[in-house]
């Protein structure tokens, strides 16, 4: 009983509370909380240089946590060294060690970490503005900018985050350069507050977008300029590109566009802020209005030796059960800390404080039930050294920016972001600023786990295992600065092509290989840009597997394909996945490369594919192997496969026939010569002997059972069923 008590005692003295009614002068215990989460890290830090080194938790009461700034957690936060558990080959962090110290959210209650400063002293704006719309008159409201801010980019309310004001969009007239616009008459103007209007567009291309910082605004002539390069020159999308109004650019934080409740404009040069509340009090003023003061919560940061081989990561810190909220987007203020830095696309930015909580360099951490909501950029990042570390069983929901980004080195040798979980989370309604961002991204991580997340309501893709940043790529182009030159041999920057060939030359720098995306469903993803995906592959290493995921209902036209193997992407399986209900307009399951479809389930296209519902394209794809495959057509048919080159290719071009094809299973409903000419060719090539057109007899497609009657032909050609219940949340 003695040794219990003591036991007991000892772990009460490594537990401190922290209430939003508490004293930084008090003892930090229950009956006397701190008031603040960094006087509670302080008392933790004294008792480790006193010698303690056992577990410890912070626990925090129920209310809104404040942080004006990024809270800060080191090597000296963490364990002292490695459980010394060597990582083993299977992807995935493994069972993790306790961890030796805990943020956890008090039993029952619901802590809020928050970087929100509570705007107060609000006045009816009296006269009417001559810039305010009409509708607008007697409706907003002005107060000033709190002290120690000077600018944000999101504003907030008691019920999420309101949206900044739009002005009607347009399509530039032509096309620029990546600083130069030319606009349509009267869409612009040299405002006097012009530092603080921003350009979104999307600069000539279906999969990004960008917002950008206006210079200078020359309103005769129609030409604008930005202080921060586009990824691409600023021209109107191809014909092809999806969008929901046919405008491509949009101006944002200018009184002219102020036009509804809930949106808001600021002037920093005047520090003042204008809002039309959208949840006012009794007598029509805002109220519970928070502006962020930073990007980032909180930063878990080992010691980084950027140019060397040795990063020592913080390790054991945990977070569970806490609401991380409200804080900003990080914009793009100048091409120094842009150009050439952006991770594919310009989809993010490498190595840069974008999410809310942030590790860099980290082993052994755990986020666990906690919710990441109502902010401007992304939930979760772990940046350059990231190993054995967990997210599960959370939720992500109105972020302007991604879910959880895992992000390693660039190109090189050095190979330190990997065997790390994403398990049972719920991911939605993210990409609300920046449409591009993704649910989940691997970029230049591998052995990572990502399984049983529900990932719903994108702007853009759900997940992306990539790293396609060439070695050859010049120092300004996307990703060109994270190259690690003088790791790749000089040959093989000579000698980068995209095929198989210089792939396989290249693949030793290419970390994101042998990742496991697995029993995650995914739906209603590509809501805002266009050429998006549920799932996405590109540039990355090998033995990426993509297995026993339920995509369905992706009912927007700017899908092409929920899989696909984009460029420069090989030795890839996609095995067993539900493509049910989706618009796909270009195909079911897209390959560029050398990969493996096997034992999928395509039924029920919304329209029938305009290349194939599996498409190999643009290289030759010879041993890709296609098995087990069941393809029910839309009633208007489509091809079951395409041979798709690039618009004037004539060499090097996928062909069927190159493939090891059999046992696979495919059914029209209205023409049962269907798949004729396709078998006649490919069996005199000595292929598809065994596969067949026949109805597959689901048990219940509607219901989402993808089980087989008894006597269907699909188990006959040996076909896996697919069990949906288990794809998605476990709980």
């Not at 590109?241 to 808001?264: C, F, M, Q, R």
């Not at 404009?265 to 003023?285: F, M």
């Not at 519902?613 to 192997?625: A, D, L, N, Q, R």
Request: aromatic share 10%; glycine share 8%.
């Amino acid at each position: 009983m003695l040794v219990a008590f003591s036991a007991c005692k000892t772990n009460e003295a490594n537990n401190f509370y922290v209430s939003v009614e508490g004293e930084n002068n008090a003892t930090g215990t229950l009956l006397e909380p701190f008031a603040t989460i960094t006087k509670a890290v302080d008392a933790v830090r004294e008792l480790r240089k006193n010698g303690n080194t056992q577990p410890a938790t912070i626990y925090l009461r129920g209310g809104r946590h404040q942080l004006k700034e990024t809270l800060v957690l080191g090597i000296e936060d963490g364990l002292a060294s490695s459980d010394g558990n060597p990582i083993v080959e299977e992807p995935g962090a493994g069972k993790l060690p306790p961890a030796h110290l805990t943020f956890a959210a008090y039993s029952g209650e619901e802590p809020v970490i928050s970087s929100g400063i509570p705007v107060n002293d609000w006045t009816l704006l009296e006269a009417s503005s001559s810039e305010l719309p009409t509708i607008a008159s007697g409706k907003v409201w002005v107060a000033n900018l709190p002290e120690g801010i000077n600018k944000f980019y999101t504003l907030y309310d008691g019920q999420g985050r309101l949206n900044r004001a739009r002005a009607e969009g347009f399509v530039p007239i032509k096309v620029g350069d990546k600083k130069t616009l030319y606009f349509p008459d009267g869409k612009l103007r040299n405002w006097e507050n012009l530092q603080d209007v921003e350009l979104n567009i999307r600069p000539s291309r279906a999969w990004m977008i960008n917002m950008l910082p206006l210079e200078s605004v020359d309103e005769e002539n129609g030409i604008a300029r930005t202080k921060v390069s586009a990824t691409y020159e600023m021209g109107e999308l191809a014909h092809w590109v999806h969008t929901k109004d046919g405008n491509s650019a949009w101006i944002e934080n200018i009184l002219e566009a102020l036009d509804a409740p809930g949106e808001w404009v600021i002037n920093s040069k005047t520090r003042k802020i204008y809002l039309w509340p959208k949840n006012p009090a009794s007598d029509g003023s805002p109220q519970g209005i928070l502006a962020p003061t930073t990007s980032e919560l909180i930063r878990v940061e080992g010691t980084t030796d950027y140019e060397g081989t040795e990063d020592q990561p913080v390790r054991g810190i945990s977070f569970s059960g806490i609401t991380f909220s409200h804080a900003d987007r990080r914009a793009w203020t100048n091409d120094d800390d842009q150009l050439g830095w952006g991770m594919q696309h310009d989809w993010d930015m490498f190595d840069r404080p974008t999410a809310m909580l942030r590790f860099r360099g980290a082993e052994n951490c755990q986020v666990i039930n906690c919710k990441f909501e109502n902010s401007g950029g992304s939930g979760v990042r772990f940046d350059l050294f990231a190993q054995r570390n967990k997210v599960e069983d959370c939720e992500f929901a109105h972020l302007g920016e991604a879910g959880i980004l895992i992000a390693g080195y660039g190109p090189g040798t050095k190979d330190v972001n990997h065997h790390n979980d994403i398990i049972n989370n719920e991911i939605h309604h993210f990409s609300e600023i920046t449409w591009h961002s993704p649910g989940i991204w691997a970029w230049q991580s591998g052995y990572n786990r990502i399984a049983n997340n529900y990932i719903h309501h994108s702007g853009y893709a759900g997940i992306l295992i990539t790293n396609r940043v060439e070695p050859d790529r010049k120092l300004n182009g996307e990703g060109g600065r994270t190259i690690r030159r003088n790791e790749i041999s000089k040959e093989v920057i000579a000698n980068t092509k995209e095929n198989y060939e210089s792939w396989k030359a290249r693949e030793i720098y290419n970390h994101s290989r042998h990742n496991i995306v697995e029993y995650n469903e995914i739906t209603h993803a590509v809501q805002l840009l266009s050429d998006g995906n549920c799932i996405y592959v590109s540039g990355a290493g090998t033995g990426n597997i993509v297995r026993y995921n339920y995509l369905h209902d992706n009912l927007e036209h700017s899908m092409p394909a929920p899989i696909r193997c984009d460029d420069d992407q090989h030795e890839t399986l996609i095995y067993g996945n539900v493509l049910s209900n989706n618009y796909a307009f270009s195909a079911g399951i897209a390959s560029k490369g050398v990969n493996d479809i096997i034992n999928n389930v395509i039924v029920a296209p919304r329209v029938p594919p305009r290349f194939g519902y599996i498409s190999f394209e643009w290289v030759p794809v010879t041993g890709s192997k296609v098995f087990h495959n069941i393809i029910v057509s839309h009633p208007d048919g489509g091809n079951a496969y395409a041979e798709r080159p690039r618009k004037d290719q004539t060499t090097n071009l996928p062909d069927l026939l190159q493939t090891e094809m059999d046992s696979n299973l495919y059914f029209n409903p209205t023409n049962p010569n269907w798949m004729a000419e396709h078998f006649d060719r490919m069996r005199a090539a000595g292929k598809e002997k065994s596969s067949l057109f026949a109805e597959p007899m689901f048990i219940d497609v509607a219901g989402g059972n993808f089980g087989f009657k008894e006597g269907s032909p699909s188990i006959k050609l040996g076909i896996e069923p697919l069990d949906v219940s288990k794809m998605g949340l476990k709980k």
